[in-house]
């Protein structure tokens, strides 16, 4: 059956992947875009999908642009909360606002669009929401205190929502990538990126392909008996 589907961050890398996957299904994609306006038009025009400017870490941006959507589309029944930040840097050297701005994104955001959509897919009975954590989030990182806190702090908003949604025919899950072949990861330091692969069972990076086909899954009629479950694609770099 067509939903209408939201993918936050989905113009680009990872997001621009799990839009197109959800279109060849046959839904009505809309995809958020916070800031890149000549990557969303690209993407439009490429694509067909429309993009949508908000910033997920503004709470009435989210509700007010969600209820725009279903104006346009129709009431929204797949939320993809994709889209993220980052502020490295160690603990000694982070500004408060790098933390800030990154649990206001990245976990903030999570919350954001499920208080704007969440409750309508309850009352009607179904709905699919998956959030994109990390492994990061689940192992740590050096140098990402923020952005660790913000991933792990989804997988544990996953279970909790999950719980919530269960009786009602919503599901919510998570799927933590490991390191992706996207231009956030291509801009790592050749050395530093052969000691990642290096410890990469598969000896590879992900590709965005094979974390939208996850997302398929859960997303789809199939998922509705797996919730509260955080899918780990990661090559085997973080097994547990």
């Known amino acids: 059956m067509a939903r209408v589907a939201i993918v936050t961050g989905g113009t680009r890398g990872i997001g621009e992947a799990i839009c197109q996957r959800l279109k060849r299904q046959g839904h009505t994609v809309v995809a958020n875009y916070a800031g890149n306006e000549e990557k969303a038009k690209a993407f439009t025009k490429?694509?067909?999908?429309?993009?949508?400017?908000?910033?997920?870490?503004?709470?009435?941006?989210?509700?007010?642009?969600c209820a725009q959507v279903e104006s346009d589309f129709g009431p929204i029944d797949i939320v993809v909360n994709n889209a993220g930040i980052t502020r490295d840097g160690t603990l000694h050297r982070m500004s408060y606002d790098d933390w800030h701005d990154v649990m206001r994104?990245?976990?903030?955001?999570?919350?954001?669009?499920?208080?704007?959509?969440?409750?309508?897919?309850?009352?009607?009975?179904?709905?699919?929401?998956?959030?994109?954590?990390?492994?990061?989030?689940?192992?740590?990182?050096y140098g990402q205190v923020n952005y660790a806190a913000a991933k792990s702090g989804i997988h544990g908003f996953t279970k909790a929502l999950a719980q919530e949604g269960a009786k009602f025919g919503v599901t919510v899950n998570a799927i933590a990538p490991g390191y992706i072949d996207t231009d956030m990861?291509?801009?790592?330091?050749?050395?530093?990126?052969?000691?990642?692969?290096?410890?990469?069972?598969?000896?590879?990076?992900?590709?965005?392909?094979?974390?939208?086909?996850g997302v398929a899954f859960l997303t789809s009629e199939n998922g509705g008996f797996m919730t509260g479950s955080t899918m780990s694609i990661n090559g085997g770099q973080h097994m547990y």
């Open 46 to 65: 490429e694509t067909g999908i429309p993009a949508y400017k908000w910033d997920v870490g503004d709470h009435q941006a989210c509700l007010d642009s």
């Open 185 to 213: 990861v291509a801009a790592v330091p050749a050395p530093v990126l052969e000691k990642i692969i290096a410890k990469i069972p598969v000896g590879r990076l992900g590709q965005a392909e094979e974390i939208a086909r």
């Open 105 to 141: 994104v990245n976990l903030g955001g999570c919350f954001n669009m499920a208080k704007a959509t969440f409750p309508g897919m309850r009352d009607r009975g179904w709905g699919r929401i998956v959030n994109i954590g990390s492994i990061n989030g689940q192992a740590g990182q």
